[in-house]
């Protein structure tokens, strides 16, 4: 006789389900299932995708408005990955990798260091590519379809830099010496009267060499310290050389570490860049800014002309 793949329950175990059945608390939690919470055009975006999307990056229970912002992302990634197909537009390998080996490059990382550094954060290599891959589509999808569309004129970029003239005015900038004695370990009185002698020296007309070599061997430093702008300099060290003419040196200058002297030995006077200098960097800068606002009337032209439909 041949038995039946599935054998016939008795009464009693229909009785046990059934009372099983009583014992199971009403609010047992249901087992989550993929389900689709979007279609756009013929493609359809499931809650794993949105779940898989939101990790890492999400608290563990996402606000509502949170899980809208991440599935609108995804939408326009489907839009756009719908009409690089539509147009023929793909990322090779070569290209991928092309843009991995610019990422260790700038990152000084082998890729060793990288898929570390990817698995600490949860990331497989293969989906980091992917993503990769994803963003390369996404910049030659967009320049393809916007790029024809971003033109400044030179009237724009005079205007803009007639309206933003004091971005491109440079401070004064000066140049400085110093001397410095050591205070730490140091008895001060004897390194005070030492630094008063060198500032004594500059004044009287010695070159700033011959004082420097003088100082340091008393345990004194010093040197050039270049082109700077006086924002750049400590506020003690800014007043001390703010209207010292050029050749003249402070008066001492005392913090915890040190007394200082400084010698001023040139001075650049601000000036207000010129439009030819700044021509091109104005230019990107529209550029990017015109781009920026094409791409988003571009792709929200794609999300009216298709069939988007949300259940969440």
């Known amino acids: 006789m041949t038995l039946p793949l599935i054998r016939p329950l008795t009464m009693r175990?229909?009785?046990f389900l059934f009372l099983l059945c009583l014992l199971l608390p009403l609010n047992a939690p249901a087992?989550?299932?993929n389900r689709v919470v979007a279609v756009i055009n013929n493609d359809a975006v499931t809650s794993l995708q949105l779940d898989k999307a939101l990790?890492?990056?999400?608290?563990?229970?996402?606000?509502?408005?949170?899980?809208?912002?991440?599935?609108?992302?995804?939408?326009?990634?489907?839009?756009?990955?719908?009409?690089?197909?539509?147009?023929?537009?793909?990322?090779?390998?070569?290209?991928?990798?092309?843009?991995?080996?610019?990422?260790?490059?700038?990152?000084?990382l082998t890729k060793e260091q990288l898929d570390v550094a990817l698995t600490q954060q949860g990331i497989s290599p293969d989906d980091y590519r992917q993503g990769?891959?994803?963003?390369?589509?996404?910049?030659?999808?967009?320049?393809?379809?916007?790029?024809?569309?971003?033109?400044?004129?030179?009237?724009?970029?005079q205007d803009y830099y007639a309206a933003n003239s004091a971005a491109y005015h440079e401070a004064p900038r000066i140049t400085l010496q110093h001397i410095s004695f050591p205070l730490t370990g140091q008895?001060?009185?004897?390194?005070?009267?030492?630094?008063?002698?060198?500032?004594?020296?500059?004044?009287?007309?010695s070159d700033f060499a011959s004082v420097l070599a003088a100082a340091m061997q008393d345990g004194a430093d010093g040197g050039d310290m270049g082109e700077l702008y006086l924002e750049d300099l400590t506020p003690a060290f800014a007043s001390a050389v703010r209207d010292l003419p050029v050749g003249a040196s402070s008066e001492l200058i005392a913090?915890?570490?040190?007394?200082?002297?400084?010698?001023?030995?040139?001075?650049?006077?601000?000036?207000?860049?010129?439009?030819?200098?700044v021509r091109?960097?104005?230019?990107?800068?529209?550029?990017?800014?015109?781009?920026?606002?094409?791409a988003k009337d571009w792709l929200e032209g794609l999300k009216k002309r298709a069939h988007i439909e949300v259940r969440l």
């Open 255 to 277: 913090t915890e570490q040190a007394l200082h002297l400084l010698i001023v030995t040139q001075r650049t006077p601000g000036q207000v860049r010129s439009l030819d200098a």
């Open 187 to 205: 008895d001060a009185k004897v390194q005070e009267e030492r630094a008063n002698a060198a500032r004594a020296a500059l004044r009287a007309g």
């Open 31 to 33: 087992l989550e299932l």
């Open 280 to 294: 091109e960097a104005i230019r990107n800068q529209l550029a990017e800014q015109k781009r920026a606002t094409a």
């Open 55 to 108: 990790a890492g990056a999400a608290p563990a229970t996402p606000a509502i408005d949170e899980r809208r912002q991440v599935l609108e992302r995804l939408i326009e990634e489907s839009l756009m990955r719908q009409r690089a197909e539509e147009i023929g537009l793909t990322v090779s390998d070569e290209e991928v990798e092309a843009a991995v080996q610019d990422v260790l490059r700038q990152n000084r």
């Open 13 to 15: 175990k229909e009785w």
């Open 132 to 157: 990769l891959r994803r963003q390369i589509l996404r910049f030659k999808l967009v320049g393809r379809e916007v790029q024809s569309l971003i033109e400044v004129s030179n009237r724009e970029i």
